[in-house]
């Protein structure tokens, strides 16, 4: 199909998802992206964020990425991530438990270890629905 691309996201223990898609949304260190087929080439480093995969059928992927790249190519879109978790994989109630003790330790000092755990937790929550984040 002329306009879709192969997608992968890669973890270092597996290939979390192989398929088709029509849109890729995630965050760089730049910003938000999105990309589609016949963007141009790309290389760039992600920030935790709720990344979206398109597919042809029309349904939505939702993914945690916690860092790592996106490449962009003429053979499609590979996000490598250290850590990166599918929607169906996460624990709701476990993830707002967690941002409810970062939150409470960050009351008292926030420094980069809670910004970050922080940044997980929202992530986490974005991708599983359990955050409002206006898509």
Do not use: W, Y
Not at 9 to 36: H, N, Q, W, Y
Not at 64 to 83: E, N, R, T, W
């Amino acid at each position: 199909m002329a306009n879709s691309f192969h997608i992968e996201v890669v973890s270092p223990e597996k290939v979390l998802f192989s398929g088709e898609a029509t849109m890729v949304v995630t965050r760089t260190l730049d910003g938000d992206i999105a990309f589609m087929a016949g963007h141009a080439p790309v290389l760039a480093a992600l920030k935790e964020n709720h990344t979206r995969l398109h597919l042809v059928d029309g349904t939505v992927v939702d993914v945690a990425v916690h860092g790592g790249f996106v490449q962009v190519s003429k053979a499609g879109v590979s996000i490598l991530s250290d850590v990166a978790e599918m929607a169906e994989h996460i624990d709701l109630p476990r993830a707002r438990a967690a941002k409810a003790r970062i939150e409470a330790l960050a009351a008292h000092e926030l420094d980069a270890d809670c910004e970050a755990a922080l940044r997980r937790a929202h992530a986490r929550m974005s991708a599983a629905g359990g955050l409002d984040t206006g898509h």
